[in-house]
């Protein structure tokens, strides 16, 4: 692993545990070689740029973000979802599917209950990312 991967790794690590407050995000630098690239030698093609746009499509919607940030803090059921957000269990069984669909989450079943967690380290990765850009925009 990388110095990057690594202080990232920890920058998420420490955020989906709650460690580091959410208004000093702005000032952990988490952007040393976010722009390097190196890793593709090529342009991207059209379709995979196509892909990706795709993908933050599904960020696009405040309740997803809301149960992405809820998933942050590790696995929960449906009807606990439901009961923090407030929303009945149809509609956040609907956008757990959506985000299901994309693999953002993963379900796992234990009797007639389904659990939800994030599908891997990245989508919390992007979550924070994006969260300490609109932190730092606002000057928190």
Same mark, same amino acid.
């Given at each position: 692993?990388?110095?990057?991967?690594?202080?990232?790794?920890?920058?998420? /690590?420490? /955020?989906?545990?709650?460690?580091?407050?959410?208004?000093?995000?702005?000032?952990?630098?988490?952007?040393?070689?976010?722009?390097?690239?190196?890793?593709?030698?090529?342009?991207?093609?059209?379709?995979?740029?196509?892909?990706?746009?795709?993908?933050?499509?599904?960020?696009?919607?405040?309740?997803?973000?809301?149960?992405?940030?809820?998933?942050?803090?590790?696995?929960?059921?449906?009807?606990?979802?439901?009961?923090?957000?407030?929303?009945?269990?149809?509609?956040?069984?609907?956008? *757990?599917?959506?985000?299901?669909?994309?693999?953002?989450?993963?379900?796992?079943?234990?009797?007639?209950?389904?659990?939800?967690?994030?599908?891997?380290?990245?989508?919390?990765?992007?979550?924070?990312?994006?969260?300490?850009?609109? *932190?730092?925009?606002?000057?928190?």
């Amino acid at each position: 692993m990388d110095k990057l991967s690594k202080t990232l790794t920890d920058f998420v /690590i420490a /955020i989906t545990i709650r460690e580091c407050p959410l208004t000093v995000l702005s000032d952990i630098s988490i952007y040393e070689n976010m722009n390097d690239c190196s890793c593709i030698d090529k342009p991207l093609s059209l379709d995979t740029l196509f892909e990706l746009s795709e993908f933050f499509k599904f960020f696009g919607d405040t309740t997803r973000i809301r149960i992405i940030e809820i998933l942050m803090s590790g696995e929960i059921s449906v009807n606990e979802i439901a009961e923090k957000l407030q929303l009945g269990q149809s509609a956040v069984s609907h956008q *757990l599917r959506i985000l299901r669909t994309a693999g953002l989450v993963k379900p796992r079943r234990a009797g007639r209950t389904i659990f939800y967690s994030l599908d891997d380290e990245h989508i919390g990765l992007i979550f924070n990312t994006g969260l300490a850009h609109i *932190l730092h925009k606002k000057g928190a």
